[in-house]
């Protein structure tokens, strides 16, 4: 079956630009209705949706975070990345990535998950 | 952006209890909702879907009822692996929210 691993630096220095990649394994990024996701969880609190990808390259993000967000797909790689810039403390956080299932437009939901990997922001 | 809330926050329960957790939605989202569990220090992962569906392999004793802004998640008996938090989760409009969690402890 699918499954994805996030994997990428766990420290980055205040107003660096954190990066993450997702490797998808166990089948290709380009089958299917399928969105791919990045979603994240301060320790001890809840998740937050940051954005998603569809294969074609069309994108949507979280409005809080559009202005610093960027996400893109390699199809070639079978993963797909994220690009935080201008972090600062309140960026650390377990960074997720997830397959968005998509029926219809409106009928979503994220499975499975990546494992997950901590970022730190901290000089 | 669409709102989520939860109850309760937390709730402890003993092996074998029903358990039922509510969310509620800051408008319609019809029956564009999914429930999740997470056990510390793993990924959430898909119980139900679209409200009242059955993610393949979840244990029947769980379920999801509701539509519109009021959803329920129900556990009919608690089992030792369960205890975990809950989060629900909209898919109506972008971007998607979570509820903020209902942890499940032991009594």
Known sequence: QVQLQESGPGLVKPSQTLSLTCTVSGGSISSGSYYWSWIRQPAGKGLEWIGRIYTSGSTNYNPSLKSRVTISVDTSKNQFSLKLSSVTAADTAVYYCARELTVAGKNNWFDPWGQGTLVTVSS | ?107
Do not use: H
């Not at chain 2, 008996?77 to 998607?96: G, I």
């Open chain 2, 1 to 107: 952006d669409i709102q989520m809330t939860q109850s309760p926050s937390s709730l402890s329960a003993s092996v074998g209890d029903r358990v039922t957790i509510t969310c509620r939605a800051s408008q319609s989202i019809s029956s564009y909702l999914n429930w999740y569990q997470q056990k510390p220090g793993k990924a959430p992962k898909l119980l139900i879907y679209a409200a009242s569906s059955l993610q393949s392999g979840v244990p029947s004793r769980f379920s999801g009822s509701g539509s519109g802004t009021d959803f329920t998640l129900t556990i009919s008996s608690l089992q030792p692996e369960d205890f975990a938090t809950y989060y629900c989760q909209q898919s109506y409009s972008t971007p998607p929210s979570f509820g903020p969690g209902t942890k499940v402890d032991i009594k």
